[in-house]
């Protein structure tokens, strides 16, 4: 199953096929509010997502989901107040916001405004959308992968293949009226190939995602998608690890902006600054990189994954400057964080869904290109590592410190890439390693990867981008 | 939710199956849940989130032919709908032929595990409790460090109160509920505005009595790891012991060596213990255990995702690999019978899990083990084990270096080493056990020859 782009004007998709008009919205809204509060918000969700995946030629999986509901938050201060249903009848949803109310017993007034439709712009251009699509199509796209990734090279001894595509229609409905109704559409395409040689065995994966329909997968994408794959997995064959110790990392240009989002990007959330537990928490206005580096957030880029058209709290989505020639200049704000700073909010409030409620959150988070040649910032190291991909990490928010794995690199001696590495520990903390990125390519590449950040047990989907980048020293968990 | 919901989500899947078989399936079974949460959430040392759910969820499951197809939605009015969609996904599908539903099995009957005075726990009591909680951790000091200070990040306690149903084509049907509440912290501890290294703990329970002192061990033992871990200095390299307290067994051994032994990583090549059912590969005294409907006393739903019973396996026995983890996939595969293994929920495929484990206990005191000439106490491991070789590394995060038996704390440290290597490299069992979550028992092992390396 498949949700279409909704046809008729903001509000009509819940209210024709649910009932949920703007008479029901009111009294909701009110029951919300009834003893008082700052602030507060309807959010209403119709999703569905379709996936195939295949592996050993034969055992695979073709599923559907479907899901509907509608969450409540009452703000009052800094304290939230949440409650959920998945039914959409007055009776559930007014008892819904009365639980959600109890936090805000003695909270203050705020007036109920009819809901009023607000149009905002479109960050996905889909051409082909997905409920266009059959299922069929959809298995002979992942069979032509693994049938490729064979192909490909003949150490290749597994594949799977997997091949994911959703929608959703959101509607969010707030106090002073404004009522937002949104489409999200979403796809993922994500293979993993096992390659043996002798004794050895290695896996690795690679994946392609955005806010796009069938159009997404031209024939240059979906032989990238294989090929990376098995590329990276023949890689891991012949890689040994480095030498541990203190060196300077490069990171390359594109995946290695994972980095960026965890141990930098996190820190400036708002909420960790509002609470203090962020090191950024007391460093607006001043210097936190070099000139080279500025850091943006941004909800803007057409068919991205972490695009926004409206954020949870119906804010449009935006594009925010965080890092500016090297000085914070903002951090990322829901309507609570704005409130609690007086500024503007960012459109940066985003929820897993309407079983959550909102938090500050990234969209797609990227550093623009610096004034450095890539050649040249390789050139520039005598011995150190490059880190063309990692795997996985573990970063704390509060202090920025990180390990992230790095699974496929190089070694670089002398200005130049020699042995291949895989498979170590890259150790540091964010803040520190944001100060010692001391040139910037000029290369930016926004990951075409699906990545799903997850925050207080919330995922959602964001995007990154960096280039090359040279950090002065990190630590590198290698050999000895 | 009501007396007999499950009963009723049992009548729901049913009229799914027969939903199913009229749209086409040749097997179809539906796994039915409902769930409701109360949850109480603090942050920064203060009530932050008070938040309710409610929600059912259908996952339905049909074989045409050998192929597959499956849905799942959250509204029941769909289903018929949704059973018609998992049909022709099914069609859509390449064949396999270990596809397939198992044939019922009988499951002893244990009844359900609500306590009905832990469904009346709401948000005002748990709001209650957890401001107690906080103020009892946050009054903690450790006299090594008395000026230092747990600072909570984030705390929460929740009910979960859960009613399930499964039932199928083949003649399969269960029904069962159960509720428990549970609390959990996570932060670190400061000393002069400095902090040390984070810490996360906590806890299960299905009777509100047994909820406080459940909560206040645990919370205490957060405590405790958090302030150990203030005025953290320069650890060292060396290759030599470490012990793995219970706490910190699952991360970064046991939770591995279970996916080693899953029937999956089996057939999928990625196991290196296929094929080595009675051979030695760990130390003698190295009794690993799935407890199957639950660990003695601590009772689970007694069947699985495919509604078989939860049977109770000793995976490894004195050291001596017994056999694997199934559900009926990996069973027909094998060539053998599921062993309940199957894991999952509504919105999913089954596959292989394990729903409670065990360690059995050894002969030495916990304190003798930790009298280390030079060793270091892994009090939280972060970092990435490769499956199939059995290589790890990664750091500890707030750990001790024990000198000639003086422990002091260290800053980060790497560990690296192999997995399948230290499972014969195991020097000593504590006598002592932790229960963990109500779903895993396990001692404290002490593990030779593990290389050090100072952060």
């Not at chain 1, 409030?349 to 550093?367: D, E, I, K, S, Y």
């Not at chain 2, 009298?371 to 750091?395: E, H, K, L, Q």
Request: hydrophobic residues 40%; contains cysteine; aromatic residues 6%.
């Amino acid at each position: 199953m498949s949700i279409p782009r909704p046809q008729g004007p903001p509000g009509a998709w819940f209210d024709q096929r649910f009932g949920v008009g703007p008479e029901l919205l009111r009294r909701v809204m009110q029951a919300a509010l009834h003893s008082g509060a700052d602030d507060c918000d309807l959010y209403f969700e119709h999703a569905a997502s379709t996936s195939v995946s295949l592996s050993d030629h034969k055992v695979n999986a073709a599923s559907t989901r479907v899901d509907l509901g509608m969450g409540v938050r009452v703000v009052v201060g800094d304290q939230v107040g949440f409650a959920f249903t998945e039914e959409l009848t007055a009776e559930a949803m007014i008892a819904a916001a009365r639980t959600a109310a109890e936090i805000a017993a003695h909270g203050g007034q705020r007036e109920v405004t009819g809901p009023v439709a607000v149009r905002i712009s479109d960050w996905t251009p889909v051409t082909h959308p997905w409920d266009r699509v059959d299922m069929e199509t959809r298995v002979a796209m992942v069979r032509g992968w693994e049938q490729r990734a064979f192909q490909r090279d003949p150490r290749v001894a597994r594949v799977e293949t997997h091949l994911a595509d959703a929608a959703k229609v959101v509607m969010i409905v707030r106090p002073d009226g404004r009522l937002v109704e949104d489409w999200r559409p979403m796809t993922q395409g994500y293979v993993l190939t096992t390659a043996v040689d002798g004794d050895l065995r290695e896996s690795s994966s690679y994946n392609v995602a955005g806010r796009a329909g069938l159009e997404y997968y031209d024939e240059g994408r979906q032989a990238r998608l294989v090929d990376q794959a098995v590329d990276r997995t023949v890689f891991l064959l012949r890689a040994g690890k480095p030498p541990a110790g203190e060196m300077p990392v490069v990171l390359a240009a594109g995946p290695s902006a994972i980095l960026l989002h965890e141990a930098i990007g996190h820190g400036m959330e708002a909420d960790f600054n509002r609470k203090g537990t962020s090191i950024y928490a007391s460093r607006m206005g001043q210097r936190i990189a070099s000139e080279h580096v500025t850091i943006v957030d941004d909800g803007t880029i057409p068919g991205s994954r972490g695009a926004v058209n409206v954020d949870d709290e119906g804010n449009p989505g935006q594009r925010t400057t965080l890092v500016e020639g090297g000085v914070l200049r903002s951090y990322m704000h829901d309507e609570i964080s704005a409130r609690h700073y007086g500024v503007a909010p960012t459109g940066s409030g985003r929820r897993q869904g309407f079983r959550h409620a909102p938090l500050p959150r990234m969209r797609a988070t990227v550093m623009e290109p610096g004034p450095h040649d890539p050649a040249e910032i390789i050139a520039s190291v005598k011995r150190g590592i490059y880190c063309q991909t990692f795997s996985n990490g573990q970063v704390h928010i509060g202090g920025g410190d990180f390990a992230f794995y790095m699974k496929t690199g190089f070694l670089i001696e002398d200005g130049k890439l020699t042995m291949p590495i895989k498979d170590v520990n890259v150790i540091g903390n964010g803040p520190e390693a944001l100060e010692r990125i001391d040139m910037v390519g000029n290369d930016t590449v926004i990951d075409e990867g699906g990545w799903t950040c997850g925050k207080d047990g919330q995922g959602v989907p964001v995007s990154q981008g960096m280039p090359t980048v040279r950090v002065g020293r990190l630590n590198v968990g290698g050999v000895g | 939710m009501h007396d007999g919901i499950e009963q009723e989500l049992l009548t729901l899947a049913r009229r799914g199956v027969d939903a199913a078989t009229r749209a086409g399936a040749h097997q179809a079974e539906v796994y039915a849940s409902a769930e409701r949460v109360v949850k109480v959430g603090f942050a920064r040392n203060d009530l932050d989130t008070v938040s309710t759910a409610r929600e059912t969820t259908l996952g339905v499951r049909v074989f045409v032919d050998g192929r597959l197809g499956f849905a799942t939605t959250n509204r029941a009015e769909d289903l018929p709908a949704l059973a018609a969609e998992a049909v022709q996904l099914a069609r859509s599908s390449p064949p396999d032929p270990h596809n397939g539903l198992p044939e019922p099995i009988d499951v002893p009957a244990t009844g359900n595990l609500v306590e009905p005075s832990l469904l009346s726990l709401g948000p005002q009591e748990l709001a209650r409790m957890g401001a107690e909680l906080l103020a009892m951790v946050r009054g903690l000091r450790d006299p090594r460090v008395p000026d230092g200070q747990v600072s909570v990040d984030t705390m929460d306690l929740s009910l979960h109160d859960e009613a399930r149903a499964v039932a199928s084509s083949t003649g399969v049907a269960q029904a069962f509920r159960g509720a428990l509440a549970s609390g959990g912290i996570f932060g670190m501890a400061l000393l002069d505005g400095q902090p040390g290294s984070f810490s996360y703990d906590g806890d299960v329970a299905r009777h509100p009595d047994a909820l406080w002192p459940l909560l206040d061990a645990s919370f205490r033992r957060f405590a405790t790891n958090c302030l150990g871990a203030l005025g953290a200095g320069r650890g060292e390299s060396f290759r030599g012991p470490i012990l793995v307290p219970a706490e910190v067994i699952s991360d970064l051994l046991v939770g591995h060596l279970v996916e080693a032994l899953s029937a999956d990583a089996v057939r999928q090549g990625t196991s290196p213990f296929a094929g080595r059912v009675g051979q030695r590969i760990a130390v003698p005294g190295f009794t690993l255990v799935e407890g199957g409907a639950g660990l003695p006393g601590h009772p689970l739903c007694p069947f699985d995702r495919e509604g078989l019973p939860r049977q109770r396996i000793a995976l490894v026995e004195d050291g001596v690999l017994q056999g694997f983890l199934y559900d009926s996939y990996e069973a027909r595969h094998a060539g053998v019978r599921s062993t309940g293994h199957a894991g999952g929920g509504a919105t999913s495929l089954p596959t292989v899990s394990a729903a409670c484990l065990s360690l059995d206990p050894g002969h030495a005191p916990l304190d003798e083990l930790r009298r280390m000439d030079r060793g270091i106490v892994v009090t939280r491991f972060s970092g990435a084990v490769d499956a199939t070789s059995g290589d790890f590394s990664g750091v500890v995060k707030g750990g001790f270096l024990v000198e000639r038996g003086e422990a002091r704390p260290v800053q980060e440290t790497t560990l690296s080493g192999n997995l399948w290597q230290a499972l014969q490299q195991v020097s000593g069992v504590s006598v002592e056990t932790t229960l963990l979550q109500g779903t895993q028992r396990y001692p404290a092992l002490r593990i030779e020859d593990i290389s050090v390396t100072a952060g």
